[in-house]
């Protein structure tokens, strides 16, 4: 059973720093994109970031380029999100997720690409 586990969320100060993590299980990631979307209530799920198990590549939202990193783990089976320089605008419930999206700008930023979703995580930035 594949599971994503996501923890670190939690409230910050705007231009504070938070690092999420998702546990991956269940399954071999290896040729999976691992995303990060973020969503508030009544707004659609947003695309944060992702990047590519098997060779680290990655791709940003321009809302948070510069300011957010992804980064895995191949030991801990474990992807990262690094959230630097935080702005109310980023208050959010964060998640993680699995998807063998062809490596497209066009599709990694679709949530329906992604076929496992972890439970979120809320991240909240106080001004």
């Known amino acids: 059973q594949v599971q994503l586990v996501e923890s670190g969320g939690g409230l910050v100060q705007a231009g504070g720093s938070l690092r999420l993590s998702c546990a991956a299980s269940?399954?071999?990631?290896?040729?999976?994109?691992m995303g990060w979307f973020r969503q508030t209530p009544g707004k659609e799920r947003e695309f944060v970031g992702t990047?590519?198990?098997?060779?680290?590549?990655?791709y940003y939202a321009d809302s948070v380029k510069g300011r957010f990193t992804i980064s895995r783990d191949n030991a801990k089976n474990t992807v990262y999100l690094q959230m630097n320089s935080l702005k109310p605008e980023d208050t959010a419930v964060y998640y993680c997720?699995?998807?063998?999206?062809?490596?497209?700008?066009?599709?990694?930023?679709?949530?329906?690409?992604?076929?496992?979703w972890g439970q979120g995580t809320q991240v909240t930035v106080s001004s």
């Open positions: 997720a699995a998807g063998g999206v062809p490596w497209d700008r066009r599709l990694l930023g679709t949530p329906g690409e992604y076929e496992y």
């Open positions: 269940g399954r071999t990631f290896s040729s999976y994109a």
């Open positions: 990047i590519q198990w098997s060779g680290g590549t990655t």
